[in-house]
């Protein structure tokens, strides 16, 4: 009789749970053991999705002061290091920033009033050619036709006046949002100038001592790949912006200083944002000078963009934050289903803060690894570069031996 209180029944659990074990394939059981793990891992990132969905009105300000602090952080940086007092470097480098991009603006939108009268005249004469065209032209279109076709537009405007209206009014809803959003990032940005180190070290102190210390080097590298990132994207939109605008105002195309702006807004968006904006350059030429001078603008787009990939890329962004156009694309599609507009803007930044900190995360030596990547030497997320075939490859013959 086994004593009270005994466990005399384990050697048999443990045969029954040995004889599961063998009859179930060994690749089920990985398989099982790995879906659970990953389960649990996208349950937590759809948590995280859903807390960041839930506070966006504070997780983008914030998001975009952290941007503006990599692109403003040298300016204070040197200030400070030459015996300017902190908070003086700070304010310095805010007004000289608030003064430059509202001067610019302002300068964009009294260029935007002034031209459009100019433009509307141009695109009315278009149109009046278009429908000349179409009366007169291979398509031999009756005027009561074209008419027809105009009442049915406006009828079809007038019919969804009521779903328009209330875009408008969600859009002034949003207006309270905008502004308190627009103040949060400002007051954030203030803070992360001033003292964001302070702060970093501050926040990383909840990470067990023994990792602390990789911890806070890869947040430094990611920043510093940040920092890079916004500088020469700074860079490129400028060039971008001036050799389009420069070639509108030659060619005599309305709105060229407005539509240089929208290309340089454009341009923080890697590869699509200056897509559509000289697509919408595009458009205003073929309304407002006739289908050649599109032409002329749309080889101007071109020659830009080919400057911009194969000059002022490799040139100013280097090795340091050089991603592969896959991952840009993937980024930014995820970025737009998740958040839109907002979340395209901000997917390329956050890759390459990732890419640069979890370098130095799991390096073994994460100072070397964080130098390789302050020199340029590391941060690659892949190069775009051809495949190479290995010279024993064959004729492609079934038995011929394949080396990898």
């Known amino acids: 009789m086994p004593a009270s209180g005994s466990r005399d029944d384990s050697p048999v659990d443990s045969s029954v749970d040995s004889f599961a074990d063998h009859a179930v394939d060994p690749f089920v059981r990985k398989a099982a053991a790995w879906s659970w793990r990953l389960l649990v891992i996208l349950g937590a990132i759809v948590a ?27 300016a204070v940086d040197w200030l400070d290091r030459r015996g300017a007092p902190r908070g003086a470097a700070v304010a310095l480098v805010l007004l000289s920033g608030f003064a430059f991009f509202g001067g610019i603006m302002s300068f964009v939108v009294s260029q935007f009033i002034s031209g ?3 433009l509307t005249e141009q695109v009315t004469r278009s149109i009046d050619n278009a429908t000349r065209w179409l009366i007169e032209g291979p398509a031999h279109l009756s005027l009561e036709q074209i008419d027809k076709a105009g009442d049915a537009a406006a009828k079809a405007l007038r019919d969804n006046q009521e779903r328009l209206t209330l875009g408008a ?3 002034a809803a949003t207006l ?8 949060l990032m400002v007051f954030t940005l203030i803070f992360l100038l001033y003292g964001g180190r302070s702060i970093y070290a501050y926040l990383t102190r909840i990470v067990p001592a023994h990792t602390r210390d990789r911890v806070r080097e890869a947040g430094r590298a990611g920043f510093g790949s940040l920092i890079g990132y916004v500088r020469a994207t700074l860079l490129v939109a400028l060039v971008d912006a001036i050799g389009i605008g420069t070639g509108l105002a030659i060619m005599g195309v309305p709105l060229a200083l407005p539509l240089a702006s929208l290309v340089f807004l454009g341009a923080f968006i890697p590869l699509v944002g200056a897509v559509l904006s000289g697509f919408l350059a595009v458009v205003v030429a073929l309304l407002a000078k006739g289908f050649f001078y599109a032409l002329l603008t749309f080889g101007l787009v071109i020659a830009v963009q080919q400057l911009e990939a194969h000059v002022l890329q490799p040139l100013v962004m280097g090795r340091a934050v050089s991603i592969h156009p896959l991952a840009i694309v993937l980024a930014l599609a995820t970025g737009a289903v998740l958040a839109g507009i907002i979340g395209a803007l901000l997917a390329v930044p956050v890759l390459a803060f990732l890419n640069s900190a979890f370098r130095v995360l799991g390096a073994p030596d994460p100072a070397a690894e964080a130098a390789e990547l302050e020199a340029g030497g590391g941060a690659v997320i892949g190069a775009a570069e051809p495949d190479t075939v290995p010279a024993d490859l064959g004729d492609g013959d079934p038995g011929d031996p394949v080396t990898p």
Not at 50 to 74: D, M
Not at 176 to 183: F, K, Q, R, S
């Open 48 to 74: 995280l999705l859903w807390l960041i969905h839930q506070l966006e009105v504070i997780v983008v300000p914030v998001a975009l002061a952290v941007i503006l602090t990599a692109l403003l952080l040298p």
């Open 116 to 118: 459009l009268p100019d």
């Open 169 to 171: 009014l969600s859009t």
């Open 176 to 183: 309270t949002e905008i502004v308190t959003g627009a103040l």
